[in-house]
């Protein structure tokens, strides 16, 4: 049965790619997997929560400790963050019924545009519907025939799709690897406009892009550098201003965008830069010009939480103690959480079944974290994507561990003879 399951999975990966006559077929095919893995009680996607509580989780009656969510900073509970949601709502409605072109400008938009600006020492703004069409519209805008994007291999894939969006030609370099980069830089062809494109904060494996070496080469080569901090908003720099404020390099970056998703406890994305370029981007971005605007009330939400952020620093301190903690209690039991910096904690697992199988102990055990299956990442590494966030407690973080333990004796996964070492050469 296992073997049939593994092999099930294997054929998923072909499906998009599948040859028929019926363009359902792929579909139906697709069913078998999820059929066998429901069965197995292993389907982990579209599960339904009852309720999001920030540092647990209601699942089907049950209180569960919640390490599967983005919600770095807590704010989604805060009760600031949530009347500003409300007060929205009475003030403006649940909708602009339109375009940020036409008619879906309200003054709160503009307001907050400068606000974002201002936080990360930009001279301009401009907000999105998601951070999945930030992306589209600033690499659709500024990208065509005669443009190289040179791209991360680990960089989200909002990234992925707006490259392929703008028609410009991409150079992939190995993870990190800025020698790699450098080789793809030298050979790119006179005359043509260079952009390098990178996550500050990788979603997966929560290691930190080499900034200084990034600008290093934008200007050498000269390039313009686009860094996608979805995931460092909050999480890097001493005020959470992410990669660049990280690093102490705000003005050499000459585009930095984020999402409101995480950090800032709603929905909605941004591209902060200077305001010529910005404003090209309103004009040009298609999915800024051809989708709905943001809601007044996702607006007003993100917009308190970066009020909350500002005057409450000290959250993006207290999410690095919990990762801390949690990171090498992990490690002591004898887990591979890899190279991680940061509040994304990859337990590294590396078959796809043993993955979902581990999932739904934990699970059974009160800690939701997120299984990720290729091809998400390579086949071999399959992860428990784990992150903390800044209000869990210390009883949050040990009954995780207890659940971890507990689950890794099951299976047979720990190797505490390694985990002394392992938790040195991380740090």
């Not at 969510?69 to 929205?88: C, F, K, M, Q």
């Not at 410009?168 to 370099?173: D, E, G, N, Q, T």
């Not at 800032?264 to 709905?292: C, E, N, P, Q, W």
């Not at 009020?307 to 887990?335: S, T």
């Amino acid at each position: 049965m296992t073997q049939d399951i593994d092999q099930l999975m294997e054929n998923r990966h072909m499906l998009q790619s599948h040859e028929d006559s019926d363009l359902f077929a792929k579909a139906r095919e697709f069913q078998n997997v999820v059929g066998a893995s429901r069965d197995l009680g292993i389907y982990p996607y579209f599960q339904p929560l009852e309720n999001n509580l920030g540092e647990e989780a209601l699942v089907k009656g049950r209180r569960v400790v919640m390490l599967g969510s983005n919600n770095y900073l807590g704010l989604t509970t805060h009760p600031r963050v949530r009347e500003a949601a409300i007060d929205a709502i009475r003030r403006f409605g649940p909708s602009m019924t339109g375009s940020r072109l036409l008619n879906g400008t309200l003054e709160l938009h503009l307001n907050f545009e400068q606000e974002i600006a201002e936080f990360l020492g930009k001279p301009a703004a401009a907000v999105f519907t998601t951070g999945y069409q930030a992306n589209l519209g600033i690499i659709s805008a500024l990208a065509n025939h005669n443009t190289t994007v040179f791209m991360d291999k680990l960089n989200h894939a909002s990234l992925y799709d707006a490259v392929k969006m703008s028609d410009a030609r991409v150079v992939f370099y190995r993870h990190l690897d800025m020698q790699d980069l450098e080789n793809a830089l030298a050979k790119a062809p006179q005359g043509r406009a260079k952009f390098i494109v990178s996550d500050g904060v990788f979603s997966m494996e929560g290691d930190v892009a080499p900034l200084p070496h990034l600008v290093f080469l934008t200007k050498k080569y000269h390039a313009r550098l686009l860094i996608d901090d979805a995931h460092a908003l909050g999480v890097l720099g001493k005020r959470g201003e992410g990669t660049a404020g990280h690093f102490g390099l705000g003005n050499s970056v000459d585009l930095i965008m984020s999402t409101f998703s995480k950090s800032l406890a709603s929905t909605g994305g941004y591209v902060a830069g200077d305001a010529d370029v910005v404003d090209y981007i309103k004009h040009f971005g298609r999915s800024m010009i051809f989708s709905a605007s943001l809601t007044p009330p996702n607006l007003a939400a993100a917009r308190e939480a970066l009020a909350v952020l500002r005057a409450e620093p000290e959250r993006v301190e207290m999410v690095h103690r919990n990762a801390k903690k949690l990171k090498a209690g992990l490690i002591d039991l004898g887990y591979n959480v890899g190279p991680t910096e940061t509040p994304i904690i990859p337990v590294i697992i590396g078959h796809d079944l043993t993955t979902l199988t581990l999932w739904k102990a934990l699970l059974e055990e009160g800690v939701y974290v997120n299984p990720v299956v290729s091809p998400a990442v390579e086949a071999d590494k399959s992860l428990l994507r784990v992150s903390t966030i800044a209000t869990h407690q210390d009883i949050h973080i040990e009954k995780a561990l207890s659940a971890f333990r507990k689950v890794g004796e099951r299976f047979g996964l720990l190797n505490r003879q390694e985990s002394t070492q392992a938790r040195h050469a991380s740090g």
